[in-house]
């Protein structure tokens, strides 16, 4: 049974930073593609970042210079580092594992931007 469990959400100033973490069990997580996305309220769930298996990453323009995704094979876990935290990042965050064709989702976890 394949499981991610998020954490590191939480509600932070304009400017402030905040490391997600998404733990991943159950499952090969070397070759796996690795990748956040956000859900503000209202709003479609978009990708912020992603981590292939090679090495390579990438991150959407909106987060580009503040965002920074990295993981460790050995832990089975994936973060996401977020600097210069702005209130238009508020939104709920989920890790996402892709494998072959099979694709499974964390439960979310909030950041809030706020003053």
């Known amino acids: 049974q394949v499981q991610l469990v998020e954490s590191g959400g939480g509600l932070v100033q304009p400017g402030g930073s905040l490391r997600l973490s998404c733990a991943a069990s159950g499952t090969i997580f070397t070759t796996a593609l690795m990748r956040w996305f956000r859900q503000a309220p209202g709003k479609h769930r978009v990708l912020v970042a992603a981590s292939f298996s090679d090495g390579r990453t990438f991150a959407a323009e909106s987060v580009k210079g503040r965002f920074t995704v990295s993981r460790d094979n050995a832990e089975k876990t994936v973060y996401l580092q977020m600097n210069n935290l702005k209130p238009e990042d508020t939104a709920v965050y989920y890790c996402?594992?892709?494998?072959?064709?099979?694709?499974?989702w964390g439960q979310g976890t909030q950041v809030t931007v706020s003053s």
């Open positions: 996402n594992l892709r494998i072959d064709t099979n694709e499974y």
